[in-house]
């Protein structure tokens, strides 16, 4: 149950697009087409962004958008707002009922 | 409208045990697996057990087997965790977390959280 590995920050500026990336291994991102993304701010409870590597929830706008490579899965913001500055959590099924996150992603929206 | 409210956190020493809840409303809690996910102050979000929506089933990380024991109420929609035998690495602020409507791997809900410091 190792973390998933993600980039401990990244930049970009308002209407520009950002990706995130969360590589995992054979046995989880790999291995199940079950990654899900969460945004959390400062001091709040992570909210659900993306699930099943590409499906937006409702009310999700359609800014936020997932996509998966082999043990890669990524998050893309388009049109990036200053309310999009947060903390971003990949996290993948890993098989035999347990799930593993990734280390975080802290957004900077400059 | 969902809300899950966490409670009893607090500071314990190590060693010593702490049960937490977190009660639900808004949905059917009988439907639905819940998990607990934790994080450890300045750190990323670790996840830290499932029960089916029966009961029957339980299933723990590694960090936490044989330590902590999930359970649920379904008549009281309240969800606990029994945590034993804590350890300084086992502060952090503990979320409870629905099983999503749309697909069972991921979490739609989240509550506020209760944070649970072990300390001397």
């Known amino acids: 149950q190792s973390a998933l590995t993600q980039p401990a920050s990244v930049s970009g500026s308002p209407g520009q697009s950002i990706t995130i990336s969360c590589t995992g291994t054979?046995?989880?991102?790999?291995?199940?087409?079950?990654v899900s993304w969460y945004q959390q701010h400062p001091g709040k409870a992570p909210k659900l962004m993306i699930y099943?590597?590409?499906k937006r929830p409702s009310g999700i706008s359609n800014r936020f958008s997932g996509s998966k490579s082999v043990n890669t899965a990524s998050l893309t913001i388009s049109g990036l707002q200053a309310e999009d500055e947060a903390d971003y959590y990949c996290?993948?099924?890993?098989?035999?009922?347990?799930?593993?996150f990734g280390g975080g992603t802290k957004l900077t929206v400059l | 409208q969902v809300q899950l409210v966490e409670s009893g956190g607090g500071v314990v020493q190590p060693g010593r045990s702490l049960r937490l809840s977190c009660t639900a409303s808004?949905?059917?809690?009988?439907?639905?697996?819940m998990h607990w996910v934790r994080q450890a102050p300045g750190k990323g979000l670790e996840w830290v057990a499932v029960?089916?929506?029966?009961?029957?089933?339980?299933y723990y990380a590694d960090s936490v087997k044989g330590r902590f024991t999930i359970s649920r109420d379904n008549s009281m929609n309240t969800l606990y965790l029994q945590m034993d035998s804590l350890s300084a690495e086992d502060t952090a602020v503990y979320y409870c977390?629905?099983?999503?409507?749309?697909?069972?791997?991921?979490?739609?809900?989240w509550g506020q959280g209760t944070l649970v410091t072990v300390s001397s």
């Open positions: 977390a629905k099983e999503d409507t749309n697909s069972s791997f991921s979490f739609d809900y």
């Open positions: 808004g949905f059917t809690f009988s439907d639905y697996g």
């Open positions: 029960i089916s929506y029966d009961g029957n089933y339980k």
């Open positions: 054979s046995s989880d991102v790999g291995s199940y087409n079950l």
């Open positions: 099943e590597d590409s």
């Open positions: 996290c993948s099924y890993a098989g035999s009922t347990t799930w593993v």
